[in-house]
């Protein structure tokens, strides 16, 4: 493979169509079983190369730069397997709101990861990769399989599913953010096993989608929170067959089997300050 100089790509974001937590692991995590489909919803990440360190720049202020964030901890890991001994400069322009539950930061990482790969000209093994972008965090496997998928485990597991179901889905994203950490507090999940082996779903029908939709964080956030349910009621009001929280939060989506109706819809829900409202298709 050639390396390049500078490689850019687009880091989509996640919906979760349902979204089950468990018991608590001995190592804090918690066992997941989730449905993810990523959208039309993107960040620009952009790799390249420097003499040496690893910088982290945003077009966005507060989006921390360090060894905190999310694409600094690929660029050390990816740097560290491949034996490279020059450094690297990442660039995100974001799209994908923070604190929202779509998984921005997660796939800024894994599109990190995967620039670096072009950049160097040394590609690991898809399972090499998913090994690396475990490491990072728990949604980055998924960004580098990139297709509908169940994961289970701590959201490292992952079976790409049968998705035969175009959607369209507006996103509404409140004016606060929620943390994912104290999401998982407010659970308060107790120490226990991954849940009974089940069938991998098949999503082939709208059928099948409707009887998914669910997340088990709406009830952490329903009493501090009530914004969150207020908009997904919202959502159905204004025609969404399904809607739900994503992720940890906040961002409520709405599915919509039409673009027109998801128009109509953020018109409906273009009330209430500081929300931001996003409008995209399943990839």
């Known amino acids: 493979m050639t390396a390049s ?3 850019s790509l687009l880091a989509p974001a996640k919906l979760n169509i349902s979204l089950r937590v468990y018991g608590k692991r001995p190592d804090g995590y918690h066992h997941l079983r989730s449905v993810m489909v990523p959208v039309t919803l993107y960040d620009e990440v952009t790799v390249e190369r420097l003499p040496a360190g690893i910088e982290v720049v945003s077009d966005v202020a507060g989006i921390p730069t360090g060894e905190e964030n999310s694409c600094y901890r690929a ?16 660039r995100i322009r974001k799209r994908i709101p923070a604190e929202s539950g779509l998984g921005g930061g997660s796939s800024d990482a894994a599109a990190t990861l995967k620039g670096l790969a072009v950049l160097t000209g040394k590609a690991p093994s898809p399972s090499t990769l998913r090994e690396m972008a475990a490491g990072i965090g728990a949604d980055v496997p998924f960004f580098t399989l990139g297709v509908p998928a169940l994961a289970e485990g701590i959201g490292d597991r992952l079976t790409p599913v049968d998705w035969n179901v175009p959607f369209f889905a507006l996103i509404v994203k409140p004016s606060f953010g929620l943390p994912t950490s ?8 107790e120490p226990g096993g991954p849940p009974e082996e089940a069938a991998v779903p098949s999503f082939r029908g709208w059928e099948d989608v409707l009887s998914a939709v669910g997340n088990d964080f709406e009830v952490s956030w329903e009493s501090e929170h009530p914004e969150i349910g207020a908009i997904r009621e919202e ?8 809607a739900a929280l994503t992720g940890s939060g906040s961002a409520v989506y709405g599915l919509f089997s039409r673009w027109g109706d998801a128009c109509r819809a953020g018109d409906e829900l273009a009330k209430g300050e500081g929300r931001r409202r996003f409008i ?3 990839i």
């Open 182 to 189: 104290e999401g998982y507090a407010r659970l308060g999940r």
């Open 235 to 242: 959502l159905l009001a204004a025609g969404a067959r399904a």
């Open 75 to 90: 660029a050390v890991r990816f740097l560290d397997w491949a034996g490279e001994e020059g450094g690297v400069r990442v």
């Open 280 to 282: 995209v298709r399943n």
């Open 5 to 7: 100089a500078v490689v």
